[in-house]
């Protein structure tokens, strides 16, 4: 098999010649750019620079050489852009190390911290002096009294919040006919270049997207004063998203082979909202974009959302969602044995495979290959399951464990 038959197969419930890997196929199966600089050089790769993609997370692009290293069977659609070095501008990550930030992503310094702006000059998220990452620091609607809203110009706010003001390579093309032609190129320029299983990052946040533009306690506080309203502006933005997405699909559909979707419905200990709410307020909507996603293209379904999400996946499997990371074993109720035995043969298990939070940044070498090897045994048999660690390789991380890592999952050939 080649990386996308083996990912397809996966996906469709075959057993695979051997594990199918995701790294940096989307922006939660990645790797911290402090990190990757670590390991590029444990991996004795000198050459290229520390491209920062992902402005929020700080994540890097795993360039072609580490993915060959790792055997890795999936590439982000994003990678079909940005392919000229002034497409870059220079930048410095938190420690130091120099890297490369999209041309288009404006960081200015003020005193010790740094500022992330919209095209429209907007504060739009800062990173603390000595923090990592950035965080949101403005939310558009959050001083609107929600109950008098009609929500007229929820869409014209979208920009003006970090997660969806801030895009990666790809997501700064407009849907306007020449930003659809470019966005068609670069998917079909990708597609030609690599035999990896392509994911177009396309969000369709429903349960998020409220959270960033009023903030998460307040949205979560109106969910219960003003239920009417809060599916009334689920159904806006679905609108919207169909919008976008019959554009989206009619550009690159030919050339991804899975379609990301997102919202973190999880917590520590349990889905953040109960089922009855989550069948009321998004469910239709998502069943809605999900049919529609492939009626438009030959594409698998996959949803990004964090937590104890457990009692949602069988809601999630009538939707039509087709696969699910990041699999966060650590919460409540994500038992991967438990999750294989119960959804294994309907939804594939995207993620899980090592655990980040107590494991890949503690644990030794030694430690983790049998941890990974566990996971392998219990996840892999029977298809329905491509590896990638739970959400992204945090900065502390060392080379030596990620390394360990994908040996495990590569038969101990690292």
């Known amino acids: ?137 403005y939310y558009p609607m959050a001083d609107r009294p929600f109950g008098a809203d009609d929500f007229a110009d929820v869409v014209a706010a979208l920009p003006n919040n970090m997660w969806c003001g801030l895009v990666s390579p790809g997501g700064h093309l407009p849907f306007t006919k020449d930003g ?77 082979d899975i379609i990301l979707f997102g919202d973190d419905f999880g917590g520590q200990t349990g889905p953040l909202i109960s089922p ?26 996959l949803l990004h959302s964090c937590g104890g999400i457990e009692p949602l996946l069988g809601d999630f499997i009538e939707a039509g969602l087709d696969a699910v990371n990041p699999v966060q074993i650590t919460c409540d109720g994500m038992d991967a044995g438990e999750l294989k035995k119960r959804y294994g043969d309907r939804l594939t298990l995207w993620g899980g495979g090592c655990d980040t939070r107590d494991v890949l940044g503690n644990q030794s070498p030694v430690d983790i290959r049998k941890h990974v090897k566990e996971q392998l045994s219990i996840m892999n048999p029977g298809g329905g399951f491509v590896f990638q660690q739970v959400h992204n390789v945090m900065a502390n991380v060392p080379a030596e464990n990620i390394i360990a890592m994908f040996g495990a999952v590569n038969n101990d050939k690292l």
């Not at 009321?280 to 030959?298: C, H, N, S």
Request: charge should be negative; charged fraction near 25%; aromatic fraction near 12%.
């Open 276 to 301: 009855s709410m989550y069948r009321e307020f998004y469910k239709p909507y998502q069943r809605r974009m999900w049919t529609r996603a492939k009626e438009l293209a030959d594409v698998k379904v």
């Open 1 to 137: 098999m080649n990386s996308r038959e083996r990912v397809m197969a996966a996906l469709n419930h075959q057993q695979p010649d051997r594990v199918a890997i995701d790294f940096g196929g989307h922006r939660s199966s990645g790797i911290s750019a402090i990190a990757y600089a670590r390991l590029k050089k444990a991996l004795g790769i000198s050459g290229g620079d520390v491209y920062v993609y992902d402005i929020p997370q700080q994540l890097a692009i795993v360039e072609p050489e580490v993915l060959d290293v790792l055997q890795v069977d999936t590439i982000e659609m994003g990678r079909g852009f940005l392919l000229e070095e002034n497409d870059w501008k220079a930048w410095a990550l938190p420690d130091g190390t120099p890297c490369k930030i999209p041309y288009y992503i404006n960081l200015e310094k003020e005193g010790d911290d740094t500022f992330a702006f919209s095209k429209e000059g907007v504060k739009l998220a800062v990173q603390k002096k000595d923090c990592l990452y950035f965080e949101q620091c």
């Open 180 to 256: 659809l032609k470019e966005l068609a190129l670069g998917a079909k320029a990708l597609r030609q270049s690599t035999d990896r299983a392509i994911i177009g990052l396309f969000g369709g946040n429903l349960f998020e997207v409220p959270q960033f533009l009023y903030g998460m306690d307040k949205y979560l506080m109106y969910m219960g004063l003003y239920p009417d309203l809060c599916i009334k502006l689920s159904e806006l933005l679905c609108d919207h998203y169909m919008g976008c997405m019959e554009s989206y699909l009619g550009a690159v559909g030919p050339y991804i």
